[in-house]
């Protein structure tokens, strides 16, 4: 069964360092999904994306965020200053026709900022 | 008021207990009603979702919203130790490339054998 997939599943990094999580969606899909989850609170919605560009960001979602779809299969997020704050596990999600009761997740990556 | 809020758990249920699980939500704009199952350290793999009011069965799921009240609830029958896990509820306003999903904070159910 066709999956989102995640790496790494966990990074460490020091706070002001850059960081780039990476995400396979599932390979017919055409809309893809950033969600964080602080440990103990809501899984937040950071941004969705389709033909190549933003469709809606959250507040969470500021200048040192951004995502990109460099080939036909990847999708990554990266943060540019990490901060003490953005420690957190972070979903991929992905959909093939943007349907919101079809959003797939992947596994998550845990990003733990020092 | 929060967007969505969710029983805080945790539930501990003996073996073939029918489990309640319960939402509540504000934004009268939900249309899409999900609840997902998050295993410790996994991403949220989706259950059932509803569209608008009315129930939903799956096997031993039923699914119910009731827009009127804003309340929505997931019951699990002949509940399995293989239930135990995290469920979470999202709604959603919309579809298509603006579908993000808002989420309850998730309760924690455990069924002992």
């Known amino acids: 069964e066709p999956e989102v997939t995640q790496t790494p599943s966990h990074q460490v990094t020091q706070m002001g360092q850059e960081v780039i999580l990476r995400c396979v969606p599932i390979s017919n899909h055409l809309y893809f999904y950033w969600y964080r989850q602080i440990l103990g609170q809501k899984v937040e919605f950071l941004v969705s994306f389709y033909n190549n560009e933003i469709s809606e960001k959250s507040e969470i979602f500021d200048d040192q965020f951004s995502v990109e779809r460099p080939d036909g299969s990847n999708f990554t997020l990266k943060i540019r200053s990490t901060k003490l704050e953005d420690s957190a596990m972070y979903f991929c999600a992905s959909s093939v026709r943007g349907q919101s009761y079809e959003q797939y997740f992947g596994p998550g990556t845990r990003l733990t900022v020092t | 008021q929060k967007e969505v809020e969710q029983d805080p758990g945790p539930l501990s249920v003996p073996e073939g207990a029918i489990v309640s699980l319960n939402c509540t939500y504000s934004?009268?704009?939900?249309?899409?009603f999900m609840w997902y199952r998050q295993y410790s350290r996994k991403g949220p793999e989706l259950l059932m979702y509803t569209y608008s009011s009315g129930n939903k069965e799956d096997g031993r799921f039923t699914a119910q919203v009731d827009k009127s009240s804003k309340y929505i609830s997931l019951f699990i029958r002949d509940s399995q130790p293989s239930d135990s896990a995290t469920y979470l509820c999202a709604m959603s306003a919309l579809t298509g490339a603006n579908s993000k999903l808002t989420f309850g904070k998730g309760i924690t159910l455990s069924v002992r054998p």
């Open positions: 934004n009268s704009a939900f249309q899409y």
